[in-house]
Nanobody, 130 residues
Framework: QRQLVESGGGLVQPGGSLRLSCAAS????????IGWFRQALGKEREGVSC????????HYADGVKGRFTISRDYFKNTVYLQMNSLKPEDTAVYYC???????????????????????WGKGIPVTVSS
């Protein structure tokens, strides 16, 4: 069964760090662009960061630039989102998604759910609170 599974979420204090992982099972991520998205309570799902299949192109939402870093490990078939200097407004359910064909990583991130991803993970909650 092909699926994406997120891990690494949880409760963290403001200013803290978390590293989210998006692991694929049943298929290889090598040929997929991967995106991290989040959905806060009562809000639409939004793009956080996206990375191309080759890893040479990435995009970040304005609100996370300089704090979050997306990376991929082809050997482990996993994509990571390192989140530093976390703020209460980062609280949301975080999802990873994969798609083989993109126009650009920015388009992928900006379009979020309307982009037509091949796979979505089930999501993992991140809560930033003191």
């Amino acid at each position: 069964q092909r699926q994406l599974v997120e891990s690494g979420g949880g409760l963290v204090q403001p200013g803290g760090s978390l590293r989210l992982s998006c692991a694929a099972s049943g298929f290889t991520l090598d040929y997929y662009a991967i995106g991290w998205f989040r959905q806060a309570l009562g809000k639409e799902r939004e793009g956080v960061s996206c990375i191309s299949s080759s890893g040479d192109s990435s995009h970040y939402a304005d609100g996370v630039k300089g704090r979050f870093t997306i990376s991929r490990d082809y050997f482990k078939n996993t994509v990571y989102l390192q989140m530093n200097s976390l703020k209460p407004e980062d609280t949301a359910v975080y999802y990873c998604a994969a798609t083989q064909f993109i126009t650009s990583v920015q388009d992928m991130c900006d379009a979020a759910v309307s982009y037509g991803m091949d796979y979505w993970g089930k999501g993992i909650p991140v809560t930033v609170s003191s």
